[in-house]
């Protein structure tokens, strides 16, 4: 039988050593992984709050060039409105200057007018003289606020009672009047008939108005326009002289003549 030999303690040694290193090597191993692990689960936490402080930046970036958008915007409103403010002002200035201008100009205009229809009164008040002073050598005139009233009854122009035909002595009565007016312009004539008091008011109303017809017709005829000359009939209701007498009545039977300055009472 065959003995194998003993082996001495200290030739089991080295294997010994080889297991603790390879032990150790392992633990080393584990801690470095562990470490490594805490350092990746530490990175990915830190990555993660990298990603959270950027997605805030983003939005708060965003934020910023909403506001800075919004900024734009109301700066380039702010901008245009000034713009119309001061085309606005501009404009206003413009329109104020004009219209003081304009203003100006019709203060003066209006001076200028009132100027010339104050001369133009003048001569019209002196032609009324001149027609008063040379109608009042031929029958009775007055002159009233709105121009010369020329009676045509009595003594100058004779109508029978219940007539209204002309004589020929009236007529050349009226021709002389018409020579003077033809001399004349920018006047009105109005033809007023009357009657005494006898008779209806409405028979005399008639005869009223063909008197102050007759006397029209013929002032037409004496080379007046007709476009000058109106009529109208008052019957016996405005008596020139109260009474009945016979020469209240003569007096009364009658046509005057209102003779209206244009210029005078429109200021032309």
């Known amino acids: 039988m065959t003995t194998l030999p003993l082996q001495s303690d200290g030739e089991k040694e080295p294997p010994r050593r080889g297991s603790k290193a390879i032990i150790a090597l392992l633990i080393g191993l584990l801690l470095l992984l562990g470490l490594l692990a805490f350092l990746a689960f530490r990175f990915q936490q ?3 709050g990298v990603e959270r402080s950027v997605a805030a930046l983003s939005v708060k970036a965003e934020d ?8 734009s915007e109301r700066a380039t409103a702010a901008e245009a409105a000034a713009q119309t403010a001061a085309l606005g002002r501009q404009v206003a200035e413009e329109e104020t200057a004009t219209a003081r201008q304009e203003a100006t100009n019709a203060q003066e205009k209006a001076a200028a007018v009132q100027v010339e229809a104050e001369q133009i009164r003048k001569r019209a008040e002196a032609e009324v003289g001149r027609l008063e002073e040379a109608l009042g050598q031929i029958a009775e005139t007055r002159r009233t606020a709105l121009g010369l009233v020329m009676n045509l009854g009595g003594d100058h122009l004779k109508f029978e009672f219940d007539k209204a035909e002309l004589r020929p002595e009236d007529k050349e009565l009226l021709s002389r009047i018409a020579g003077i007016l033809l001399t004349s312009h920018d ?6 008939g ?3 008091d006898l008779g209806s008011d409405a028979y005399n109303q008639k005869l009223s108005e063909r008197r102050a017809q007759a006397v029209r017709d013929y002032l037409v005829t004496a080379g007046l326009p007709e476009s000058i000359l ?3 009939g008052h019957g016996k209701a405005l008596p020139l002289v109260p009474g009945s007498s016979d020469r209240a009545r003569a007096q009364n039977r009658r046509v005057e003549l209102g003779i209206v300055n244009m210029q005078i009472r429109f200021g032309r």
């Open 46 to 48: 830190r990555m993660r």
């Open 187 to 192: 006047y009105t004539i109005s033809v007023n």
């Open 64 to 71: 910023a060039a909403a506001l800075a958008a919004r900024a």
């Open 194 to 196: 009357h009657t005494d």
């Open 230 to 232: 109106s009529v109208e």
